[in-house]
């Protein structure tokens, strides 16, 4: 078997250096910023500059303040960004899929972006997950995976992932399924944790059944990451189960915006 294979079996993760492009990843992060620097200035009526980590990161603690569910609509908002979208189709990450033993992947989910800090926080869980295996929630294949990597460097201090290795082999753990990802129940003592350490550009990548949690973010910085989840269509349980797909996605039935749009706007839009 080839190496990176035997690796992943065993410990169920694999940690590559330097595995993106930086000017692809600069992209993702920078459009993201764009994002919320829209929403800054309309809600707090000033120009950010997103180059000015301290500032910028400082209005984001600002809107959120100032503006809930703006925050929270922008938020998603970079959920669709395309250069994530784009990246999350790279043909070096269906490489390595390939080279991990998958057959034909598919993508599991949405890829997902999370900027990480208790200052982003109403005391939800969103910001720092309890220990979890994320097949809980996407019920895929049995060798699903997920591709976990920071837009920024990230270490023990911007509360970068803790993982426990070859946890993957322990079996579905119980949870609660309350709150973002549900949380294991069992007590985990903490030295079974390993904490993670990156340079932007590097990568993470695990099984869903690996044990992980978030650290403990507690600079004043966001932890800006994404995360990338696939199936393997190949595999035998995935396709006997008949495709599982747990996930919800649709519409809101009334109006977001009530009232709108008039006639006139639309004219004004396509005259
Ligand atoms: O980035 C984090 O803090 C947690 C992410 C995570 O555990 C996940 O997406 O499964």
Same mark, same amino acid.
């Given at each position: 078997?080839?190496?990176?294979?035997? %690796?992943?079996?065993?410990?169920?993760?694999?940690?590559?250096?330097?595995? !993106?492009?930086?000017?692809?990843?600069?992209?993702?992060?920078?459009?993201?910023?764009?994002?919320?620097?829209?929403?800054?200035?309309?809600?707090?009526?000033?120009?950010?500059?997103?180059?000015?980590?301290?500032?910028?990161?400082?209005? /984001?603690?600002? !809107? &959120?303040?100032?503006? &809930?569910?703006?925050?929270?609509?922008?938020?998603? %908002?970079?959920?669709?960004? $395309?250069?994530?979208?784009? *990246?999350?189709?790279?043909?070096?990450? =269906?490489?390595?899929?390939?080279?991990?033993?998958?057959?034909? +992947?598919?993508?599991?989910?949405?890829?997902?972006?999370? !900027?990480?800090?208790?200052?982003?926080?109403?005391?939800?869980?969103?910001?720092?997950?309890?220990?979890?295996?994320?097949?809980?929630? @996407?019920?895929?294949?049995?060798?699903? /995976?997920? *591709?976990? &990597?920071?837009?920024?460097?990230?270490?023990?201090?911007? @509360?970068?992932?803790?993982?426990?290795?070859?946890?993957?082999?322990?079996? *579905?753990?119980?949870?609660?399924?309350?709150?973002? =990802?549900?949380?294991?129940?069992?007590?985990?003592?903490?030295?079974?944790?390993?904490?993670?350490?990156?340079?932007?550009?590097?990568?993470? $990548?695990?099984?869903?059944?690996?044990?992980?949690?978030?650290?403990?973010?507690?600079?004043?910085?966001?932890?800006?990451?994404?995360?990338?989840?696939?199936?393997? $269509?190949?595999?035998?349980?995935? #396709?006997?189960?008949?495709? +599982?797909? +747990?996930? $919800?996605?649709?519409?809101?039935?009334?109006?977001?915006? +009530?009232? &709108?749009? %008039?006639?006139? #706007?639309?004219? %004004?839009? !396509?005259?």
């Amino acid at each position: 078997m080839d190496s990176s294979k035997t %690796q992943f079996n065993k410990d169920g993760y694999l940690i590559i250096k330097n595995f !993106f492009n930086q000017e692809v990843l600069r992209k993702i992060y920078t459009d993201a910023r764009k994002l919320f620097a829209v929403q800054i200035k309309r809600i707090l009526g000033k120009t950010v500059d997103i180059n000015n980590k301290d500032e910028f990161e400082q209005a /984001m603690f600002d !809107f &959120f303040e100032a503006d &809930f569910n703006a925050f929270v609509n922008t938020g998603k %908002q970079t959920q669709h960004l $395309i250069s994530m979208h784009r *990246l999350g189709t790279d043909e070096k990450i =269906l490489s390595l899929l390939k080279e991990l033993g998958y057959e034909f +992947p598919t993508i599991a989910v949405r890829p997902a972006m999370q !900027f990480n800090s208790r200052y982003l926080s109403k005391g939800g869980s969103h910001w720092k997950l309890g220990a979890h295996q994320d097949w809980r929630t @996407g019920q895929g294949s049995l060798d699903s /995976m997920v *591709l976990w &990597f920071p837009l920024v460097d990230c270490g023990e201090d911007l @509360g970068s992932l803790q993982i426990i290795p070859s946890s993957h082999k322990d079996g *579905l753990m119980k949870a609660d399924t309350s709150g973002y =990802l549900g949380s294991i129940q069992e007590e985990i003592s903490d030295e079974k944790y390993v904490q993670t350490e990156f340079e932007a550009g590097d990568l993470l $990548i695990f099984s869903a059944f690996l044990i992980h949690r978030s650290g403990n973010n507690i600079t004043q910085n966001i932890r800006w990451s994404i995360q990338l989840r696939y199936n393997n $269509i190949g595999e035998e349980t995935f #396709q006997e189960r008949g495709f +599982p797909m +747990p996930y $919800i996605y649709k519409p809101e039935e009334n109006l977001v915006t +009530p009232d &709108f749009p %008039q006639k006139e #706007q639309l004219e %004004q839009v !396509f005259a």
